[in-house]
Each structure stands twice: as structure tokens, then as C-alpha cells.
């Protein structure tokens, strides 16, 4: 197994690099590299301006295109604004400076911890006990690219070598293919996403997405507003139930008016060894016919869907409301058995300095059945696809996998000087009816956790200090562990 997912990781390489090469010997027009998820106050910063209308891109697809957020920016009366927003608008103005450079820039991160993070949120957070990773990345017209190499140090997969963060983005017209091995977080929540998020490492990609968010011209769909559209089909490991099995996503998001954005999202495991590859069961995929009855046999069955619609609405000084609901199962030409997330946010200045917060509540239940009639062992599982909606042992949507609640409460603080605070408490349930589907926690357990993560300026770089304390109780056996975590990470370059 381990020799085929090398052959898969050198596929990959040859990929990266051919993209490099084609992209280099065509005419210009205008690129951009990626902004990834993970980092939490520039998210804050984005939302921030959105939510003040000085940014009108569609913000809960990541990766973010820096070319489409420098294109619906608002920099008209920076001198007007209250510091706390002019303060955001600087940071953005001079990271997307960096990232719009064009030139060869470089970065080198070293992290290590007493233990890898429980539960992922969307703050980056290292996977091993200790990585070290140097990259690069640059543009020109048409290409935007970027190769990171990381070593790991006790990975919990067993890889200790990676190109996770790897991509390379040729602009055709007004849209980017891409071969990509990047994290993805599709939907408006802060803790975790049940469709896409980071939980699981980056499944290696091609992807089709629109460079910029500019709303249709025709008055018949004009009223969508600003919108996006990505696409991608991934390659799943081959140490799986149905080896080599892949991964196929897509999104619409879009703006229809000011503070309001909508999400809609397919993915789909398909293919695979053993099972059918060919377009008509791409296109039963696509048109939703996967479930067996009198027309469609077992076999016949192409692939395990989820489908999933999401908003965010925002009113001005007050607050946001945010939900996401998917449908794990198909009935009737409509999502069934469905399993959801909502929360809400407020932000504000602090101390007239500069300084912004923002604070968020947020409630997960990955038990099928909203509100009542909850049933398990079936979120993110399958029955022929047996090792469900998993890369390499870690779910592809929440952190706590199925048949778990999570509540959740986070405090962001940033400032001019560009430091930044992030307090998170958890409570939640794992694996509640002490099932053998859930792979993240075996058994039925309480989770209890604070953290406080602290970021600054530090030799060319930045510094993370992440302090916590976890709790956890297994419910059956009465017996409980309690365990602080350090962790500790710089990085140079941009």
C-alpha cells in the first residue's frame, strides 16, 4: 500500500510541474495565487470589511482567490473609516501586496506540540508532533504556483514526507485549472464544516474555479450578485475498502444582497477498484440517480453522495446568523437524512486603537435527523464505500466525525500592531451511541477543552503559542484524563 500511495504522491509531482511548464509559454493576462484556510485573523479581516461593505467577493469557499479579493476591494475613503476597519483594510492591502508580487518568494515554518490538536478548527494547526516545511511560490500573468515540501516528525498517518500545500493555477479566460493538494473549507462556520474542511490532509486535485466573483451581466440572473464556482476531482488513498476510490466536489456560492451569501455544494466518492468509472456514471452522479431500486442494481450504484446548502447573514453593527445543512441520502430527487450546523457571530472595535474582535457561538449535530428522530451510524458512512467519507482515517467534514454534538465558543481579538488572540471553549459528545462507525473516537465519550492561541511579529516572521487543557470522560466506564497541550510554531517569508 505504501508503495502505491508513493507512485500516487510522484503522479502528483509530475503534474505540479507539467502545469508549471505549460503555464510558462503562453501570453499574458492576470493571475493570482490562493489564500488558504487556516489563518483565522485574516479571515476575521475579510469578514470584517465584507460585513462593512468595503469587499464584495463571496467569502465561504476557501481557498480564497487573492486576484478576485483585490478586485472587489474598496479603497475609495480609507482616510473615513473608523480606525478598527482602516486598521483591517491596511493588513489585507499589504498581504495581498506580498501575494500579488509576482516574484519568487520563499518561507520556511518549523512547528512542534506535546500533542496534535483534537479537534481541528479552521486555524491551521500542526498535524505531527513536529513539521518543518519550506516553500515557494510565485506568478506571472497566468500562472500562479506554489511548492512546499514538509517532513513530519510522528505523523499520525505514518507520512512523513508531504507536498500538502503544493499547487499550480493556469488562468484560461476568466476561470483557473489547477493541480492542487490544498486544504478546502466550503461553508460560513468557524469551528467546523460538515461538507469540506481542513480535519483530513488535502486530497491531491484537478480544479476548475472562476478567477473573479464579478456578477452575470444579463438581467435575468443579475440579481445573483457577486458569485463563484469551483469544481475538482480528487484521488483518494489506495489502502481503502474500494482502493483508489475518487473524490468529486462542487460549489456554488453567491451574494444576492449586501450581508447575505448562499452556498450550494455536491460531493461524491466514485470509481475505485472494482467499481463503474465511466461517464454515464459520472453523469448518473451528477443528475443525483445513485440510490438502488427496479432500474439501478448494486452494482450499478455510482458513487456515496452528500448534498448541502448554507448561508450567512449578516446585518450591519449587530451580527451574523449562520446554518449548514446536509442531506447524507437521496429520496425522491431531494437531500434526505439530513444532519446540520448553526451559529451565530458579532464583532466590534476595542478601545478606538485599532483593534477588532469577534466572537462566535457555534452548535454541531452529525447525528442523522434534525431536531428529533435522530438515527446513527450513518453520517459520512456507506455501504460500499465502506470506509466512508475519510481520507487516510480522518473525516473530510467535521473533526468529530458522526453521531456527535458540538458546542462550541470563540473569542478572535487582532490589532494594528498584528498580534491576535483566539480563546476557544468546547463541549461535546463523541460517537453518542457508542457505535463502531466512528473512527475519530471508538467509543461514546464527553469532551470538555479551552484554548487560548496567541500570534505576533517575530524575526521577519510570526510566532503561535497555542496553550490548552482537554478533558475527556468515556461514558460506559465512568473514567476520565485530563491533559494540557503546548504547541509552538514560526514561520518566515510571507
Known amino acids: 500500500m505504501a508503495a502505491r500511495d508513493t507512485l500516487h504522491t510522484q503522479r502528483a509531482m509530475r503534474l505540479l510541474a507539467a502545469a508549471i511548464l505549460l503555464a ?10 490562493l489564500a488558504a484556510p487556516g489563518d483565522t ?7 470584517l470589511l465584507s460585513d462593512h461593505g468595503l469587499l464584495s467577493a463571496p467569502l465561504t469557499t476557501w481557498p480564497l482567490s487573492w486576484s478576485d479579493i483585490s478586485a472587489s476591494l474598496k479603497t475609495d475613503d480609507e482616510e473615513r473609516l473608523l480606525p478598527h476597519l482602516r486598521s483591517a483594510l491596511q493588513r489585507v492591502e499589504t498581504r495581498l501586496e506580498k501575494a500579488l508580487d509576482g516574484g519568487l518568494q520563499t518561507r520556511v515554518e518549523v512547528s512542534g506540540n506535546s500533542d496534535p490538536e483534537l479537534l481541528r ?12 516545511s519550506v516553500s515557494g511560490r510565485g506568478s506571472n500573468d497566468r500562472l500562479a504556483y506554489q511548492l512546499k515540501a514538509t517532513a513530519a516528525v510522528e505523523s499520525e ?34 469551528d467546523g464544516s460538515l461538507i469540506l474542511s481542513n480535519n483530513a490532509r488535502p486530497v491531491p486535485s484537478l480544479v476548475l474555479q472562476r478567477n473573479r466573483s464579478t456578477p452575470f451581466g444579463t438581467p435575468l440572473l443579475k440579481w445573483l450578485g457577486p458569485w463563484q464556482f469551483t469544481t475538482f476531482m480528487g484521488q483518494l488513498e489506495s ?14 456560492n453567491f451574494r444576492p444582497a449586501e450581508g447575505l451569501e448562499i452556498g450550494i455544494s455536491r460531493t461524491a466518492q466514485w470509481c475505485g477498484d472494482g467499481r463503474p468509472c465511466d461517464l454515464g456514471t459520472l453523469g448518473d452522479l451528477l443528475i443525483g440517480n445513485d440510490n438502488v431500486d427496479a432500474q439501478l442494481t448494486h452494482n450499478e450504484e455510482p458513487g456515496n453522495q452528500l448534498g448541502e446548502l448554507d448561508f450567512r447573514w449578516a446585518i450591519k453593527q449587530l451580527g451574523a446568523v449562520y446554518a449548514q445543512v446536509i442531506g447524507e441520502d437521496e429520496a425522491g430527487g431531494l437531500p434526505s437524512k439530513p444532519f446540520g450546523l448553526a451559529g451565530i457571530e458579532t464583532w466590534g ?62 473569542l478572535l481579538l487582532s490589532d ?16 453518542r451511541d457508542d457505535g463502531g462507525l466512528n473512527p475519530f473516537s471508538p467509543r461514546h465519550q464527553k469532551y470538555r477543552s479551552l484554548e487560548l492561541r496567541h500570534q505576533r511579529p517575530f524575526y521577519s516572521g510570526q510566532i503561535t503559542a497555542d496553550v490548552g487543557v482537554h478533558h475527556t470522560r468515556l461514558v460506559a466506564e465512568g473514567t476520565s484524563d485530563t491533559d494540557p497541550r503546548l504547541a509552538l510554531a514560526w514561520q518566515s517569508g510571507w
Not at 510558462?24 to 495565487?33: F, K, L, Q, T
Not at 500545500?165 to 478546502?184: F, H, P
Not at 494594528?416 to 460517537?431: I, M, P, V
Open 349 to 410: 472595535a476595542w478601545q478606538n486603537a485599532g483593534a477588532s474582535w469577534r466572537t462566535f457561538l457555534e452548535v454541531a449535530d452529525t447525528r442523522t435527523g434534525l431536531l428529533s428522530d435522530h438515527t446513527y451510524n450513518t453520517t459520512y458512512d456507506h455501504h460500499i464505500y465502506r470506509s466512508g467519507y475519510r481520507y487516510r482515517g480522518k473525516s473530510l467534514g467535521h473533526g468529530a466525525d458522526n453521531d456527535s454534538t458540538i458546542l462550541t465558543l470563540g
Open 121 to 132: 478548527s479552521f486555524a491551521d494547526t500542526p498535524r505531527s508532533k513536529g513539521e518543518i
Open 24 to 33: 510558462s509559454h503562453v501570453m499574458p493576462a492576470i493571475a493570482g495565487p
Open 416 to 431: 494594528r500592531r498584528e498580534h491576535g488572540w483566539q480563546l476557544t471553549g468546547r463541549s461535546a459528545e463523541f460517537n
Open 41 to 47: 485573523r485574516l479571515r476575521h479581516d475579510l469578514q
Open 157 to 190: 498517518d505514518g507520512r512523513d514526507a508531504r507536498l500538502d500545500g503544493s499547487y499550480a493555477s493556469l488562468l484560461l479566460g476568466g476561470w483557473t485549472v489547477s493541480a492542487a493538494m490544498v486544504d478546502r473549507w466550503w461553508g460560513p462556520s468557524w
Open 239 to 252: 489502502g481503502r475498502a474500494v482502493p483508489d476510490a475518487l473524490l468529486f466536489g462542487v460549489r456554488f
